[in-house]
């Protein structure tokens, strides 16, 4: 089983990244998805999480209006949009996938910095 997650670098104050988390290795369309992030110092805390055929997605109140997460069955992926980024989004980032057992991703950095 893999999660493999790209797309995060540096970015600027209000600017937008997009993350991918690719699956392989188990039904990706049978896993509800989520993203989760880690600060320095911080405990690691739900991003969002969407359905498995994507009709229901919930997000942290920190991130609700300004990610939005979706997701492509057809190419085992997961995105999450982030728009309006703030420096106090920085952070790993991790895939999350849970069918009858739980997969993490390695995470990826994304760092929101003038």
């Known amino acids: 089983v893999q999660l493999v997650e790209s797309g995060g670098g540096l970015v600027q104050p209000g600017g937008s990244l997009r993350l991918s988390c690719l699956g392989s290795?188990?039904?990706?369309?049978?896993?509800?998805m989520s993203w989760y992030r880690q600060a320095p110092g911080k405990e690691r805390e739900w991003v969002a999480s969407?359905?498995?055929?994507?009709?229901?997605?919930n997000y942290a109140d920190s991130v609700k209006g300004r990610f939005t997460i979706s997701r492509d069955n057809d190419e085992n992926t997961v995105n999450l949009q982030m728009n309006n980024l703030k420096p106090e989004d920085s952070a790993v980032y991790y895939c999350?996938?849970?069918?009858?057992?739980?997969?993490w991703g390695q995470g990826i950095q994304v760092t929101v910095s003038s």
């Open positions: 969407i359905s498995t055929f994507g009709r229901i997605t």
């Open positions: 999350h996938a849970k069918t009858w057992r739980t997969y």
């Open positions: 290795g188990f039904t990706f369309s049978h896993a509800d």
